[in-house]
């Protein structure tokens, strides 16, 4: 498996940025996560997208984070928040997630952010089981979804 960093607009991460809302579409019934989302958010130092890509070229995974500070969304001084994690349905259970899920942590570590923050959701049992497996615990809800009920909201510490 080779995980690189791409842009967050380049042809293959909207290719898999599609297939991610189509899914939360499926599970929510909403037409996809409306988070609002700029390139300019994944660009180093700010924030870093990462694609994996199998022995063949194709892209398989997918997960970012972009810097956040305190907001009236609810954000932290020094959170790095991240988003669209996902794995192509045939690619799962072989813990790219787990993969891309370290090196974006390292990778956020590094330019200095104190911790990871993510908002999921109550129809995405297996990235809470994945986030809690790894040391994420419920936060006080933030961002775009946080008066939802349904809304998951999970924090990791980078910094100690």
């Not at 579409?25 to 660009?43: E, I, K, N, Q, S």
């Not at 956040?68 to 001084?77: C, K, L």
């Not at 988003?83 to 974006?104: D, F, N, P, Q, T």
């Amino acid at each position: 498996m080779n995980i690189r960093p791409v842009p967050f607009d380049h042809p293959d991460a909207v290719k898999l940025n599609d297939e991610v809302q189509a899914e939360y579409h499926v599970r929510y019934g909403d037409g996809g996560d409306a988070t609002p989302l700029d390139p300019a958010d994944f660009r180093p130092p700010n924030g870093t997208y990462l694609i994996a890509y199998d022995e063949d070229g194709t892209p398989v995974a997918t997960g970012g984070w972009r810097s956040r500070d305190e907001n009236a969304e609810g954000n932290e001084a020094g959170d790095a928040e991240l988003k669209r994690m996902y794995v192509i349905e045939s690619m799962r259970g072989r813990g790219l997630a787990r993969r891309i899920l370290a090196a974006l942590e390292d990778d956020a570590r590094v330019a200095g952010r104190v911790r990871m923050v993510l908002e999921t959701g109550d129809q995405q049992p297996e990235a809470v089981a994945l986030y809690a497996s790894t040391g994420y615990e419920p936060c006080t809800k933030f961002g775009y979804y946080r008066e939802y009920e349904s809304s998951i909201c999970l924090a990791k510490t980078l910094q100690s």
